[in-house]
């Protein structure tokens, strides 16, 4: 991460020792991007990142917020009466008609259950109606009665810029239950309301004048003299085709697309059309760019993500002209730098979360992707579009009203005043922010009143999380109800058999639970001394660990054994599926135990609590360790089982463990599979990718050096590939195409390029 400022230090603080619920906020190119990566690559946390649409889902790299809480779409109503019917196309759900929609399968609900904190992505989006909903869900699934069912939330965003949309035939019926529509307006929020932390260091700009005129802007306090250094900028004739380089931000889409398919059309020369590879599952109302991309030489474009490689050769909003075309080449020119660059193509990935059955953490599984190139037309787009995007040169044409907000979007997406050029005059009328936000705004904590928070709540949550991980009401429960379950089986019952292991397994249970009652009344004790004695908490808890630690371990081990057992019997699936669901919630108790010893030994040792100091290799392995050894044993006693192949008897087998870990790059993550011994097509199978997008990532890895050309080119391709590349100049690969036609492959072509860089 860059420079890591006070406010970014208190956000990670507060996400990973607390569980208190934060707001992160901060003006536009403060990093708010980089810090959300930051905190899902170090927290100890199972985290769900959400967002209100499928782009904004997507390029947080979650899911929406419907999807993932199976919320119908519509307002929602805060009561238990019935919804009122207004018409057709508005429909309002309440508490009990939005129940009937709680009904999920196992894997979602374990993602549920398992979850410890929800990130809202672009949260001046969610409307407050929709996050009560979210509350009410997670209240209802997770049968905990507090705030998302005792899940920390993160929200993140910018409030000055995308407003909530609520049409005004549903803010008639809202307005009864609510203040606002902003997600600060819900009643979740009012009653817990987050802390509030604000990135303040700017990167995107670095000119003092400029940076205080956004302020200004953005704190509805704008002067003559803001408006008189913006007006100087003002030159009605600029000539676009004059001045290449520069983008026209305007207010409407219509205009945005007719600019930029004029100027198109205007080109002479070859059109281009390139197409996504689309593999699985990637609905097309997700798709980030526009399926059908048509370009020719001389275009003006735009990349809408960083450049991933060493290089960072362009940025989100970086404008270039592009210098040739191809079937498979994009060459981009960079004027000012002089420069050209091969534009590749992005990877965008649709996952969804399940927890992975071996250590409980919730990871992602891909469903599908989808890759193209990151490029659009760029001699226009809407002040709408260009949120997240940096620009040089940009022409503000904005000469109809703006909205609020509007003109701080549009502004603070330029580095500095001197790529500024505006159409018409700046005007006072029309660009004024929120009241309710501004308002909102000025609830922001101090450095000093957050230290003190933050203290106060890491204390919280230690006592709250050493408590939980001796809190087993829920668990013996379930062992109970499980015992009584054999009640209605008769002796013939395949499942009557395990039926003394059960009473032996809940009386187990059933057994620590005064005990652990009395040590969380001890911790209560503790805790409530000031200061708390963290040295004697320590070792109270590292005590009462080894007290438990040898029964739920053998209850554990029991449970493994037995399903081990069971999904090799025939005509079993529901008794296999009770035990899973046991399973669940006795291997979370014990990595919960683990845990709870770790995290006092971090906090007494002044450290900071992080998935790196937090997660040990133990916890980790803690059951396919155990499993492994069953299995072992199994093997050489094979009574109970039917005697085939292992792949055979496992007739249940239990859900598949993510596949896609997040915070890889996608060339490392090839890497890995390819040290894994797996062909190109294998590999292009198990990431849901093409081949063509494989190859393309070994270019990199041999540019890099982790991969040589002989690793992934047969000994005659590269002696013809040295002949052909005997006169090449470095840039293009068009020209050796088109002499050598399909004697090579692009994917060839390029590999051995990279061999030579």
């Known amino acids: 991460m860059e420079e890591v400022t006070a406010a970014a230090t208190y956000a990670l603080k507060f996400i990973n020792q607390t569980n208190r619920s934060v707001f992160l906020t901060g003006k536009a190119g403060t990093g708010k991007t980089t810090l959300l990566k930051e905190i899902i690559k170090t927290t100890h946390k199972n985290v769900v990142v959400v967002a209100p649409t499928g782009i904004a889902a997507l390029n947080a790299g979650g899911v929406t917020i419907h999807s993932m809480f199976q919320l119908p779409f519509g307002g929602f109503l805060p009561t238990h009466a019935q919804p009122p019917h207004i018409s057709d196309y508005v429909k309002f759900e309440t508490k009990d008609s939005l129940r009937r929609h709680f009904n999920m399968r196992a894997e979602k609900k374990s993602v549920v259950m398992n979850m410890e904190l929800l990130v809202i992505d672009e949260v001046s989006m969610l409307r407050a109606d929709l996050l009560d909903a979210i509350d009410y869900m997670l209240r209802s699934v997770r049968r905990r009665n507090e705030p998302f069912g005792g899940v920390q939330v993160l929200y993140i965003g910018d409030l000055l810029q995308l407003p909530p949309v609520v049409r005004n035939e549903e803010w008639d019926v809202l307005r009864q239950y609510y203040r606002g529509k902003f997600f600060f307006h819900s009643h979740v929020v009012q009653e817990n309301p987050p802390v509030y932390i604000e990135l303040d260091k700017i990167y995107r700009q670095t000119d003092s004048k400029f940076i205080n005129v956004l302020n200004n802007l953005r704190n509805n306090i704008i002067t003559n ?49 390139y197409l996504p590879d689309i593999v699985d599952d990637f609905p097309e109302k997700m798709y980030p760019v526009e399926q059908m991309l048509k370009l020719k030489a001389g275009a003006q474009v735009m990349f809408i993500k960083n450049d991933l490689s060493p290089e960072k050769n362009y940025f989100n909003g970086k404008i270039g002209i592009v210098k040739s075309l191809s079937d498979g080449e994009i060459m981009v020119h960079f004027p000012e730098e002089n420069v050209t660059i091969e534009a590749t193509k992005y990877e965008w990935k649709n996952v969804k979360y399940l927890v992975d059955e071996l250590t409980k953490e919730i990871k992602e599984e891909v469903l599908g992707t989808f890759v193209h190139y990151p490029l659009k037309l760029a001699w226009a787009i809407t002040v709408h579009k260009s949120q997240g995007l940096t620009f040089d040169k940009a022409m503000l044409d904005v000469s109809q009203v703006f909205m609020p907000g509007q003109a701080y979007v549009a502004l603070s997406r330029l ?42 709540e890491t204390l919280n949550f230690v006592c709250n999380f050493l408590k939980e991980s001796f809190t087993w009401g829920q668990l013996a429960a379930e062992w109970q109800r499980h015992k009584m379950s054999y009640l209605q089986e008769g002796e013939k019952a395949l499942k009557h058999r395990f039926r003394e292991w059960a009473h032996r397994q809940e009386d187990t249970i059933h057994k620590q639970l005064d005990a652990s009652g009395k040590f969380i009344n001890q911790l209560d004790k503790l805790f409530s001394q000031h200061p708390v004695n963290l040295d004697f908490v320590n070792e109270r808890v590292t005590a009462a660990v080894n007290y438990f630690y040898p029964a739920m371990d053998s209850m554990a081990t029991g449970l493994y054994n037995k399903i081990e057992e069971v999904k090799r019997l025939k005509r079993a699936r529901a008794f296999f599926d009770e035990l899973a669901a046991l399973e669940e919630l006795q291997t979370g108790a014990i990595l919960r135990l683990l845990k709870a010893k770790k995290i006092v030994e971090v906090v007494m040792a002044g450290g900071e609590i992080s998935r790196d100091s937090l997660i040990t290799p133990q916890m980790q392995s803690y059951k396919a360790d155990k499993i492994e050894a069953i299995k072992a044993i199994m ?32 060339l490392e993550e090839t890497f890995e599979l390819w040290q894994q011994k797996l062909s190109i097509k294998e590999i292009a199978e198990r990431r849901k990718l093409t081949e063509t997008t494989i190859l393309s990532h070994f270019a990199g890895l041999i540019q890099s050096g982790k991969a040589e050309v002989s690793d992934v080119l047969p000994e005659e391709k590269i ?13 293009s690969l068009k020209g050796l195409k088109d002499k050598y036609g399909d004697a090579f492959t692009w994917g060839e072509l390029r590999i051995f390029k990279a061999g030579l860089e």
């Open 225 to 273: 003299d803001d408006l008189k250094i913006l007006n100087e900028f003002v030159n009605p004739a600029f000539d676009l085709k004059q001045n290449p380089g520069y983008i026209t931000l305007t207010t409407h889409n219509a205009k945005a697309d007719a600019l930029n398919a004029n100027s198109l059309q205007e080109l002479s020369g070859k059109e281009y059309s």
């Open 719 to 731: 002696v013809a590939l040295k002949e052909a590349f005997k006169d090449f100049d470095g840039e």
């Open 415 to 456: 580095r500095s005043l001197q790529g500024l050029v505006l159409l018409s005059p700046m005007r006072m009328n029309g660009i004024s922010n929120d009241a309710d936000v501004m308002d909102y705004a000025s609830g922001k904590a101090g450095d000093d009143e957050m230290e003190t928070s933050l203290q106060r």
């Open 635 to 666: 093997k050489l006693n094979p009574v109970t089982i039917i005697e085939e192949e292992e792949e055979e008897y496992e007739r249940y087998p239990v859900k598949k463990k993510a596949t896609g870990e997040p915070k890889k790059t996608t």
